[in-house]
């Protein structure tokens, strides 16, 4: 098989504020595109631009070569992966799947057995760079799974990231994403205690971040999310709830290692707290908000 | 009083990394030097360069009209300015000083209020960029004080910095500073436990942070440090103690103002129990041997 667009059929299961830029620089470059969301309100858009629809995964699944799922939670992978309708029981030997949800890293060592045992190939490719990164195809995928079934997929990353690097066997690339999403916590909790040390002192806060942004202290967080915080912006880039889902799944996995991360169990705590507040719908930035 | 090389006589007290640095820089504008230090040693090469030697703080403040220090811990700076023998009792009137150690915002006010007492001028103006930023002359320098004073000073500023700000009244430069220490060692701690995370996953750390260091998890302290620290090399740029001094200095504010800072109380435990294991000597990357 190759991965020319002209020569396979690519199924996007979930098509949410992701998968639609997704799905979207996939089709852009010529592949053929068979789509599945819960809500096909939300496909309208690619549908529009010539995308088949599929009433089931297991219908979408008979169809494609390659299949790419983007859905909410681990439950959720389970069943579009391993539920009776799913795509392992449904998918044509030789088929590549990459689950790009965020999710435990042990459930995508599962979906590789059993997609293994079935001759279906599958990778676990979660990636980051957010909504602007997926519309402008600039996001990070990590992959775990067989390294040559990331090489032949390697083309239809690129549609969509452009840091893509092969972490290794199955459930790396989970895990690297947790262990990006264990760096973006803590570095969080430090902008928002920084920003408010600086307002309990007095300072005017543009200015402190004028000092501090270039420097030792500085971040991705700091230049892109401490000045959403200032404006009161909490809009989601990315949810709390999401971020919460990820340090619990990360914290889980922490346990299971026997290594203690209190950090980790710190970042859970406050994003636990923020979620009870009733800010799960916020942007992380949002933590912002338990210091004031 | 005009601030040309031409005209003033600058008093450097305190010739470490930092300090031979700033100093030299400051000797390359043309500006004459007088330099008092613990050490005469550490004085030789700026001596040899030119700069007068003074045996006391003393006799330095009599001759000085700028005068800048760079000394280590707040009981240092205590000495220089409000003994019996410092820079305060000596000063000429019209004096403008600078204390460039990154010490306590109140120490600061007391020290503006008795030289103000005296007419001399008193900056705070502690600095971040590290030994790299003195050699390159691209520190961030954070001043509080009087603004007219501020604005006498800039061009001697700039002579060592890049990012020069002005924080507002005495102990803002300082409250800065710690603003900046506070979210390095978030953003530090993160780091740590990102990488440790990844050791324990499996993964390759360097293929982890090819994967995560360009986004959202992103920090100077990632970029910089993690190398380093994966290296093994943990010879200090900053040291683990004088992070621990700023974290003790920035706890007991949060404690005056009724801020409840988790992250900072996290750190200020790991970097305590990093300098009982006999890292205080280390950098500040040393952390991670918290996590091994």
Not at 160 to 188: D, E, F, P, R, W
Request: aromatic share 6%.
């Amino acid at each position: 098989m190759t991965f020319s667009p002209q020569k396979i059929t690519i199924g996007f299961i979930g098509i949410g504020v992701m998968g639609k830029s997704m799905a979207g620089h996939l089709m852009a470059k010529g592949y053929r595109m068979h789509i599945y969301t819960r809500t096909k309100q939300k496909a309208r858009e690619l549908l529009d631009k010539g995308a088949i629809w599929e009433d089931s995964v297991a219908s979408l699944a008979l169809k494609c070569q390659v299949i790419i799922s983007m859905v909410g939670y681990p439950h959720d992978v389970e069943e579009v992966y391993l539920g009776d309708g799913g795509i392992v029981a449904n998918s044509r030997p030789g088929t590549i799947t990459a689950d790009m949800t965020t999710s435990s890293p042990e459930l995508a060592g599962r979906i590789y057995s059993e997609a293994k045992a079935r001759n279906v190939h599958a990778l676990d490719a979660p990636v980051t760079g957010g909504d602007r990164g997926a519309r402008e195809a600039t996001l990070s995928i990590m992959v775990g799974g067989d390294e040559s079934d990331f090489s032949a997929m390697l083309p239809v990353f690129e549609c969509m990231g452009k840091t893509i690097v092969y972490q290794g066997s199955a459930g790396k690339g989970q895990h690297c994403k947790l262990a990006n999403q264990i760096a973006i916590a803590m570095t969080l909790i430090g902008v928002c205690e920084s920003l408010s040390y600086s307002r309990r002192a007095g300072l005017d806060e543009q200015k402190m971040l004028q000092s501090v942004s270039s420097g030792a202290a500085g971040s991705w967080q700091m230049s892109n999310m401490a000045p959403r915080m200032l404006k009161g912006d909490f809009a989601p880039g990315f949810f709390v709830k999401h971020l919460l889902k990820d340090l619990n799944i990360a914290a889980e996995q922490a346990a299971r290692m026997g290594f203690n991360a209190p950090g980790l169990s710190l970042a859970k705590t406050l994003y636990d707290k923020l979620v009870a507040l009733g800010e799960g719908e916020s942007g992380t930035q949002a933590l912002l908000k338990l210091y004031r």
